[in-house]
């Protein structure tokens, strides 16, 4: 018998999602077309600058905001079928919140702030879980106590607590941790991580701390003016970044301008204006004459004393040393090179001082480097939603998941995104992913290791969104 298709892997899905505000002249947009999923079991940091839309998309996938345009899926239910009504009780059954307000009832005890929600919702409150829920957050012996009888982080903890005692699908934190010192915020960022894993529960985590971000995020989600420029696992989002701005936002990142001039040794050769040639990962889409721009991360460089020897295979920069700042556990560099450029580079402090003065020539060298961004190597064009349809043939009668996941790791090599939502029914697997820039699919796949086939079709071409 066939069963009705059901959503697996995904917490959340939004679709085509525009979030505007006010109309006419004063009209804000707040989200331009964003499609993005957020897998079961993950835990996603949404960064960007003040404005970008974070907490926007936040709220829609919490159905606190209803979408201008687009649909957003909690589970298997679309949130813009719901009236007022059950979209309210879905949030109360499902949806954990945590904001950097920590609006605690200060009349109310811990353990009555924390059992609050399920008091609201009308569900019956199981005293165990509690009780397991406030050891999990460190406040066994605080359960008597009122807010105002503890410390900024033991309220911070209750408010958590208060998040996840109803058992949520999906748990949303707005920046909860920033109005803690940054001792006790990394302790609780290691806490929130705990918890996250022990629970399996799907977490959006908005934050502005680059730092935080990297440490307790599967994946980054950087937004810039409505959009999602680039969705990632940490690593891959700061050593690879998908456009200059994500570049620019996650750390300082030296930006070097200069014309493609062919390969050498498996790499490309690109010139800087003042005629010296560093060498790039390179890719088939470049041409020689084409202008790129090329990214270096200030830990990337080694600082050569003028005249030294860089080591085989190692790109080098002449540049004069401007100023030093001493950061504790390292110096932070800045120079100027030839062409006029700005650079600046981190060395570790394990001389006790500066590894030169201001004034003095140096060399930096550093290793083939990366494009500054994706699109200065591959054309960036719209993204395109495209079924990929596993044959029953090759899946066999209920879809052994570790296949399936198979095809999806293959796939996202391929350049989509890894950010997929499964729908399987009796007789086929889809996956749905947003297209890769500069990929184009034949029609079909059989060269994946395991044989399996899967069928390509195009479903839509989603203008200027930004998918995950």
Not at 16 to 44: E, I, P, Q
Not at 139 to 162: C, E, F, I, N, W
Not at 163 to 169: C, E, G, L, Q, T
Not at 441 to 460: F, I
Request: hydrophobic content about 40%; some cysteine; proline content about 4%.
């Amino acid at each position: 018998m066939t069963e009705a298709p059901r959503l697996l892997e995904s917490a959340v899905v939004l679709q085509s999602v525009t979030k505007v505000y006010g109309r006419g002249g004063g009209a804000v947009t707040a989200l331009r077309d964003v499609s993005v999923a957020f897998a079961r079991g993950t835990f996603t940091a949404v960064m960007g600058a003040s404005g970008s839309g974070k907490s926007t998309l936040m709220h829609c996938a919490a159905g606190l905001d209803r979408p201008t345009k687009g649909s957003v899926l909690l589970g298997d239910v679309d949130l813009s079928t719901l009236k007022e009504t059950a979209l309210t009780k879905l949030r109360r059954e499902r949806v954990g919140f945590v904001f950097q307000a920590f609006n605690l009832l200060p009349a109310l005890t811990v353990m009555q702030n924390i059992t609050l929600p399920l008091r609201l919702a009308g569900a019956p409150i199981d005293r165990h879980w509690a009780q397991q829920v406030l050891t999990g957050v460190g406040l066994t012996d605080k359960a008597r106590r009122r807010p105002a009888q503890l410390s900024g982080g033991q309220q911070q903890r209750v408010a958590l607590a208060r998040a996840i005692v109803i058992r949520p699908r999906i748990l949303l934190c707005d920046e909860p941790l920033a109005a803690l010192d940054r001792k006790l915020r990394q302790s609780m960022q290691f806490e929130l991580k705990s918890l996250q894993q022990q629970l399996g529960v799907t977490t959006i985590f908005v934050t502005h701390d680059q730092e935080e971000a990297m440490t307790i995020s599967d994946r980054i989600a950087v937004m810039n003016n409505g959009k999602i420029e680039q969705l990632g696992p940490p690593e891959e989002v700061y050593e690879r970044p998908a456009t200059e701005f994500v570049a620019e936002f996650l750390g300082a990142s030296n930006l070097l301008d200069g014309v493609y001039r062919g390969t050498q040794d498996g790499l490309g050769l690109v010139e800087l204006a003042s005629g010296a040639k560093i060498l790039i990962q390179d890719s088939a889409n470049r041409h020689t004459g084409e202008p790129v721009r090329v990214g270096v991360r200030p830990e990337k460089i080694h600082i050569l004393a003028a005249g030294a020897q860089p080591s085989h295979g190692q790109n080098v920069v002449a540049a004069t040393l401007r100023s030093a700042v001493f950061a504790g556990v390292s110096f932070q560099y800045f120079f100027q090179t030839s062409e006029g450029k700005e650079m600046t580079a981190f060395d570790r402090n394990s001389t006790g001082g500066a590894v030169a003065k201001p004034g003095d020539p140096e060399i930096l060298g550093f290793a083939a480097a990366g494009p500054a961004t994706d699109e200065d190597l591959w054309p960036r064009t719209d993204g395109e939603l495209y079924e990929l349809h596993v044959l029953p043939s090759a899946a066999g009668e209920g879809h052994d998941q570790r296949l399936l996941n198979a095809v999806a790791d293959t796939f996202a090599e391929d350049g989509f995104s890894t950010g997929y939502t499964w729908v399987l029914s009796g007789d086929e697997a889809r996956l749905d992913f947003l297209k890769a820039a500069g990929w184009a699919p034949d029609g079909s796949r059989s060269n994946l290791d395991m044989g399996v086939k899967v069928a390509v079709e195009r479903l839509h071409t989603r203008a200027g969104s930004a998918g995950g």
